[in-house]
Structures are given as structure tokens and as C-alpha cells.
């Protein structure tokens, strides 16, 4: 059963730092794309940023130079380093597999963050 | 980037009817489109992948049509479950980009 549980998350106060963390398993992690999406409260899915198996990188211009994406394909894990945090940034992250058609397949519950001072 | 126009962003309807939500990407993504289910407080579901194509486990009622750069996702028969928002996504390019979101509320 594929699995992804997300971790890391909290409140922090604006120009704060945190990482969050993507445990996978039932699944070869290492041949998947991986990308972190987020949904602000009552609003939409955003895309946020993705990694190939191979670490190609891809951000959206929102967290550009701000947020560092990476794998660590021996611990099955994603990561999401995310640096002088704002309030725009307050939402739910998911860490969410690719799949067919590059389609969005597997989600991870999500796991909240908090930018306020 | 991709704009993604979905519409309507709310509708009502009761169990049974048939339900139609489209999509208009602002260029061609050839059939790279899903759709998505999201229930209050839980992580969105794929339902539809390229197009047409239905994820495992999602109940024949649903699919998904495209003409040209407009696409369409069907509820054909709406079961009290399928109250939810539903979002569609292309990934046919990078960012990816979903559209505004639709709800689908009980009449």
C-alpha cells in the first residue's frame, strides 16, 4: 500500500524557517516524481514545487529562492526547506506522488503550517 | 503558464441528476488533464487521469471528454458521497496548474 506521511510542520513567525519531511513507502520511491502542493484555508490547490527522479527541480514563482525541494532516495524521503516564511505562506502541504499521465496519484494527509508573529 | 478555467465554481443538484463541470486551458495541453475530488478536511482523491482515463477504485459514473482545449468531467447518477469540490489539473507542462475549483452542493 503506498504510503506518504508528511511531518515538520508548526507555527512559525514571519522571516522563520522550517522543513518538512515526506516518509514514502509501498512504492519504489526512487523511480517516482515527487512535488509539494499546498491549499491555503477555504481556498484552492497550489502547486508548489517538484523533483524528477533524477533532481530536476521545478518551483512556482511564489516560493522561487525562498523553498528548496530534495529526495533522499535511500530513506525513501522528500523534503521541503522553506526560508523567510510569510504569511502568504500559511496553508496545508502535501506531499504527493506522480503517476499516470503524470497525473497527481497519491497524497499525503497534509500536514499544516502557520506563519504568524 | 497554463491558465485553468473551470466552471461553474458552485452548483446544486440532488441525488441522481447528472453533473457536468468544465475546464478551458488557455493552450493546448494535449490530453494531460485530471481531475480531482477533495472532501472537507481530507487530502484531494484522483478520480480521472489523462482525460479519460479512470484511477482505480473510482466508480464508473464518473468520466472525463475533452474537445480540443475544453474538458469535461460527468457524474452521471450523483450518489449522496459525491458532494465535494473537484478541481482539475493540467500536466501536460511545468508549473502545474489547477483550476479554481468547483463545489458541488445538495439541492
Known amino acids: 500500500e503506498v504510503q506518504l506521511v508528511e511531518s515538520g510542520g508548526g507555527l512559525v513567525k514571519p522571516g522563520g524557517s522550517l522543513r518538512l519531511s515526506c516518509a514514502a513507502s509501498g512504492f519504489t520511491f526512487r523511480t517516482y516524481n515527487m512535488n509539494w502542493l499546498r491549499q491555503a484555508p477555504g481556498k484552492g490547490l497550489e502547486w508548489v514545487s517538484f523533483?524528477?527522479?533524477?533532481?530536476?527541480?521545478f518551483y512556482a514563482d511564489s516560493v522561487k529562492g525562498r523553498f528548496t525541494i530534495s529526495r533522499d532516495n535511500d530513506r525513501n524521503s522528500l523534503y521541503l526547506q522553506m526560508n523567510d516564511l510569510r504569511a502568504e505562506d500559511t496553508a496545508v502541504y502535501y506531499c504527493?506522488?506522480?503517476?499516470?499521465?503524470?497525473?497527481?496519484?497519491?497524497w499525503g494527509q497534509g500536514v499544516l503550517v502557520a506563519v504568524s508573529s | 503558464d497554463i491558465q485553468m478555467t473551470q466552471s461553474p465554481s458552485s452548483l446544486s443538484a440532488s441525488v441522481g441528476d447528472r453533473v457536468t463541470i468544465s475546464c478551458r486551458a488557455s493552450r493546448t495541453i494535449s490530453n494531460y488533464l485530471n481531475w480531482y475530488q477533495q472532501k472537507p478536511g481530507k487530502a484531494p482523491g484522483l478520480l480521472i487521469y489523462?482525460?479519460?482515463s479512470l484511477q482505480s477504485g473510482v466508480p464508473s459514473r464518473f468520466s472525463g471528454s475533452a474537445s480540443g482545449t475544453d474538458f469535461t468531467l460527468t457524474i452521471s447518477g450523483l450518489q449522496p458521497e459525491d458532494f465535494a469540490t473537484y478541481y482539475c489539473?493540467?500536466?501536460?507542462?511545468?508549473?502545474?496548474?489547477f483550476g479554481q475549483g468547483t463545489k458541488v452542493e445538495i439541492k
Open positions: 489539473q493540467q500536466s501536460y507542462d511545468l508549473p502545474r496548474t
Open positions: 523533483i524528477s527522479e533524477r533532481s530536476y527541480v
Open positions: 504527493v506522488r506522480e503517476g499516470s499521465s503524470w497525473s497527481l496519484d497519491y
Open positions: 489523462g482525460t479519460s
